[in-house]
């Protein structure tokens, strides 16, 4: 059915009526307007509820027929249901960010392969469970040590890796050894790439290494 809410949401302007059921805008369902009827708020004023000319839905509040809302009333209802609408954006927002976080992290914590990021001091700042596989050590034995001296070659070859990175962005399949917890060297294709903030500033890398010792 189209009724003062959906005006609202479809024209982006507040919508009233003293009385919805004998309004001729509103095409309402037997059911709304057995609903109406009981409960009695035949008078309506709705507002939308928009965020950057995106329509979210509608605010709506109603009286008894014959009530006639003043351009006051309908200010204060806008100016309420503006701050509801970001507050429903932001939620939103929130909301698809967690699951996009929850989807990131079951993506690496069951990834076959190793995954783990350093900051701009090539330092660990994370570590999937893969990388714990692969070279013994646990999360709490490396999480904020450097990286230069797991390298077979020592942080020469990481100091090298990081220069390289820095002209090119991104290295692929790249070869080299890591020093396992038991002391074995850990043949590796390594894939890293560089990490960027908002302002395109490094701040670190992430890289996905396989087990290639075979």
Do not use: C
């Amino acid at each position: 059915h189209t009724g003062a809410a959906g005006i609202a949401v479809e024209t982006g302007q507040p919508v009233t009526t003293p009385d919805v059921l004998k309004d001729p805008r509103m095409v309402l369902t037997r059911p709304a307007r057995a609903l109406i009827e009981r409960e009695g708020y035949r008078a309506v004023l709705s507002v939308p509820l928009t965020v950057h000319g995106e329509a979210l839905g509608a605010l709506s509040v109603g009286d008894s027929a014959g009530r006639v809302f003043d351009a006051d009333e309908v200010r204060l209802a806008q100016a309420f249901a503006d701050h509801a609408a970001v507050a429903l954006r932001n939620a939103r927002l929130y909301e698809e960010i967690r699951e996009r976080r929850d989807f990131l992290q079951s993506i690496t914590e069951n990834s076959a392969d190793g995954i783990m990021a350093t900051d701009v001091h090539g330092r660990l700042t994370y570590m999937s469970p893969g990388v714990q596989r692969l070279f013994g050590y646990t999360a709490d034995e490396l999480m904020g040590q450097a990286v230069g001296p797991f390298y077979v070659q020592g942080p020469t070859e990481a100091r090298e890796v990081m220069a390289r990175l820095r002209v090119e962005g991104q290295i692929q399949d790249y070869h080299t050894a890591f020093r396992a917890r038991d002391g074995r060297a850990v043949e590796v294709s390594m894939s890293v790439s560089l990490l960027r903030d908002a302002g395109e500033a490094i701040v670190g890398t992430v890289g996905v290494l396989r087990d290639v010792t075979e």
